[in-house]
């Protein structure tokens, strides 16, 4: 199964902001939406990732700064501040083994898919999960389909 075959069947939904959007404006989207990530994009072009993970390392590295004097407040945050600049990339031709092993590698779970300088979508690890499950019990049946007699 290739990344392609994915993006199709979740769909080309993807929610983006700018690198100058205010962290707290992104977290909101993205709760509203009931997201895990957001694009960043400047000037139509990829410029990094915002996950769940980087807000919460930003709230927990300011949790720890209070302890140890005044900080800057967390309204004054932008997601150029915290995001992923170079995320890894997959492509639309890419095997899902191949895609699975880079982000456990790179310790992404959500994955831009560019085709050129053309952001297709973004490949969740759940996505991943999801349309290998389908895969196998799309197989399974076949497989006690071709054996005669197998109970249902």
């Known amino acids: ?53 980087e807000v919460l390392k930003i709230l927990a590295k300011r949790q720890v700064e209070q302890r140890t004097g005044p900080t800057p407040t967390m309204s004054a945050i932008t997601v150029a501040d915290v995001m992923v600049a170079e995320p890894a990339l997959a492509t639309p031709d890419m095997e899902v083994d191949q895609l699975r092993a880079l982000m456990l590698e790179k310790h992404q779970r959500y994955v831009p898919v560019m085709d050129g300088d053309t952001m297709l979508g973004v490949i969740s690890f759940h996505d991943v999960a999801k349309a290998v499950l389908e895969e196998q019990a799309f197989e399974n049946r076949m497989l006690k389909g071709y ?5 249902a």
């Open 147 to 151: 054996i005669k007699d197998w109970p």
């Open 1 to 53: 199964m290739q990344v392609k075959e994915i993006l199709r069947i979740k769909g080309g939904t993807l929610w983006t902001v700018t690198p100058g959007t205010l962290l707290s404006e992104a977290v909101v989207s993205m709760a509203d939406h009931d997201i895990g990530s957001v694009v960043v994009m400047e000037g139509g072009k990829l410029a990094g990732m915002l996950t769940f993970r």
